[in-house]
């Protein structure tokens, strides 16, 4: 049984910083690649950013690109994003999700997904 559990959303204040972990389990971790993506009420799922099987590779959405980090450790079976300069606008649920696809950015190639994380930005 995969499973994948994202933590440390929460609330914020604009220009605060927040990271958020996805603890996976029952897959090889290492044989895939870990996504994030984010929805907000009455938006669709918007990607944010991917990490290749290792940290050799990472792709990100234009709207977090030099404020958000994507990475991942492979020991510990976890995933993270570090969220930096944070905005009103990227106040969603956030999701974790696994996939074999490399760079993908697309919510269908990915195999399994979070329960999500809500992170909220106050202005």
């Known amino acids: 049984q995969v499973q994948l559990v994202e933590s440390g959303g929460g609330l914020v204040q604009a220009g605060g910083s927040l990271r958020l972990s996805c603890a996976a389990s029952?897959?090889?971790?290492?044989?895939?690649?870990m996504g994030w993506f984010r929805q907000a009420p009455g938006k669709e799922r918007e990607f944010v950013a991917t990490?290749?099987?290792?940290?050799?590779?990472?792709t990100y959405a234009d709207s977090v690109k030099g404020r958000f980090t994507v990475s991942r450790d492979n020991a510990k079976n976890t995933a993270y994003l570090q969220m930096n300069s944070l905005k009103p606008d990227d106040s969603a649920v956030y999701y974790c999700?696994?996939?074999?696809?490399?760079?993908?950015?697309?919510?269908?190639?990915?195999?399994?997904w979070g329960q999500g994380t809500q992170v909220t930005v106050s202005s």
């Open positions: 999700a696994a996939g074999r696809a490399l760079a993908a950015t697309a919510p269908w190639k990915y195999n399994f």
């Open positions: 990490v290749n099987y290792s940290d050799e590779g990472t």
């Open positions: 029952g897959l090889t971790f290492r044989s895939y690649v």
